[in-house]
């Protein structure tokens, strides 16, 4: 059996279970089973690598195809379960028409958690893995794996928020007890980790929250969503960088977003990039987000260095691989027209409610 007929078979065994399902908890089981981190679609979407490249494009928009006919489906048959529940309700209720009711609202997804359902759904399509990892880091991790010297600015109590716990003592962490406990930073951390349990090649990308300790303004938040990706083999190079980008930006933005790449400096990487995309929101003009640039500040990136393959434990100048860095809330800044990235979490309605 194809790969291709083994998705309709998926297709068929769903659609099949979406409409002998009786009760909402069911329904959700269903999404979980099919759609979840771990479905069965997903399962597919995460394994596109094993095959061909001229058979990628085809796989994943079947699969992509499907994903949204059976949300649509488990949506509908969830309202009508929904709706029917409500009758059994009245019939068995005595009701007061006279009595005022104040009317319920259902809750909607935050714009972040949109923003990274679609960042995830791209990267899936291109055989990247999801990985998570620890909000709560330790030293070696979240900086001396990653080639971040003691004296490095990042370390400074304006940048990082310590724990007042001095030792490491979680079997969860598995570290040295003379480790230090920090909020991470980045999300980067989750390279050395990973790697440490896998062997290349792989593609990965980490997406969680992390803790910087700064002043906060229109661009910046104390607390804000990071995606780190980081791709290693025997023969990955910076063309590969340009190709991801390429084809996240244009699938994300569904648009031609210019992009600029310019040297920079990161410890875990070498050669460094810095990458600027064209500022959406007042289409390169200049505005208060971009400071009147015309251009964004979204990603850093660049070939890791081999004194992180070292840390993880792998020969040195064996693999080579590429690694990037996003600042996620940036991008409904630019998806939605919002000028200020306090706003996500300010817990404010008449912001959220516009979603």
Not at 291 to 305: D, Q, R, S, Y
């Amino acid at each position: 059996m194809s790969i291709l007929e083994e998705i309709e078979k998926i297709k068929l065994f769903a659609l099949e279970e979406i409409s002998k399902a009786q009760e909402i908890s069911g329904l959700e089981n269903l999404r979980v089973k099919y759609l979840g981190r771990n479905g069965n679609l997903t399962h597919i979407l995460r394994s596109l690598e094993k095959y061909p490249l001229s058979d990628r494009k085809n796989i994943g928009k079947l699969a992509n195809e499907i994903r949204l006919i059976l949300e649509k489906e488990i949506d509908e048959k969830k309202k009508y379960s929904e709706d029917l529940e409500y009758k059994k309700l009245l019939e068995n209720e005595k009701l007061d028409v006279t009595a005022s009711i104040n009317k319920i609202s259902a809750g909607h997804l935050h714009p972040i958690t949109k923003t990274l359902e679609k960042v995830e759904q791209i990267f899936s399509s291109m055989g990247f893995e999801i990985v998570d990892g620890p909000e709560v880091e330790t030293e070696f991790y979240n900086f001396d794996a990653l080639n971040v010297p003691a004296h490095h600015p990042a370390r400074d109590m304006w940048d990082t928020f310590w724990l007042r716990q001095n030792e490491v003592k979680s079997e969860k962490l598995k570290v040295k007890s003379d480790g230090r406990l920090l909020m991470r930073t980045h999300t980067s951390p989750m390279q050395v980790r990973y790697m440490q349990k896998n062997k290349p090649p792989f593609r990965i990308i980490v997406p969680g929250k992390v803790f910087r300790r700064e002043a906060t303004d229109a661009r910046h938040e104390s607390t804000f969503y990071h995606l780190e990706g980081l791709m290693v083999g025997e023969d990955v190079n910076i063309a590969n960088i340009k190709s991801v980008f390429e084809i996240f930006f244009s699938n994300f933005f569904e648009a031609d977003a210019k992009i600029r790449l310019r040297p920079s400096y990161f410890p875990f990487v070498e050669p460094g990039l810095e990458g600027d995309v064209s500022c959406l929101i007042c289409r390169g003009k200049g505005c208060r987000l971009c400071k009147n640039t015309g251009w964004l500040e979204i990603f850093g990136a660049g070939m890791v260095n081999q004194k992180v393959f070292i840390a993880a434990g792998y020969p040195k100048n064996k693999y080579q691989g590429f690694a990037f860095g996003f600042g996620l809330d940036r991008f409904p800044m630019m998806l939605y027209g919002i000028d200020d990235i306090r706003l996500f979490h300010s817990g404010d309605l008449r912001f959220l409610k516009q979603f």
